[in-house]
């Protein structure tokens, strides 16, 4: 059974760094995408950031790019995303997704799997 469950989440004062996680059962890594998307409050969902295929090249948003990383730890079936330099404009619902077809996707009708989500929230 597929279950994916996220962590991690909470409050940051901008300028700061958070790790999110996305625990995972039912997939294995290398066969698989996954991508964190992110929800704020009044706004359509929206993709984050991604791995392409065979998990070798990443997919950014453009906000994302040069602020936030993932990387997936196959021994673990963990998947984390890392955020630096957060401003209020992070603040979402993050929520980790995986495919088993598209790799690095920026469609969320694409993903097959999701979890529940992690609020992250970004004060000044």
């Known amino acids: 059974q597929v279950q994916l469950v996220e962590s991690g989440g909470g409050l940051v004062l901008s300028g700061g760094s958070l790790k999110i996680s996305c625990s995972f059962t039912?997939?294995?890594?290398?066969?698989?995408?996954f991508s964190w998307f992110r929800q704020a409050p009044g706004k359509a969902r929206e993709f984050v950031i991604g791995?392409?295929?065979?998990?070798?090249?990443?997919y950014y948003s453009p906000d994302a790019k040069g602020r936030f990383t993932i990387s997936g730890n196959s021994a673990k079936n963990t998947v984390d995303l890392q955020m630096t330099r957060l401003y209020p404009g992070d603040t979402a619902v993050y929520f980790c997704?995986?495919?088993?077809?598209?790799?690095?996707?920026?469609?969320?009708?694409?993903?097959?799997?999701w979890g529940q989500g992690t609020q992250v929230t970004v004060s000044l």
């Open positions: 997704a995986a495919s088993q077809g598209h790799w690095g996707s920026r469609n969320d009708e694409d993903y097959e799997y």
């Open positions: 039912g997939l294995t890594l290398s066969r698989t995408s």
């Open positions: 791995f392409g295929k065979d998990n070798t090249n990443t």
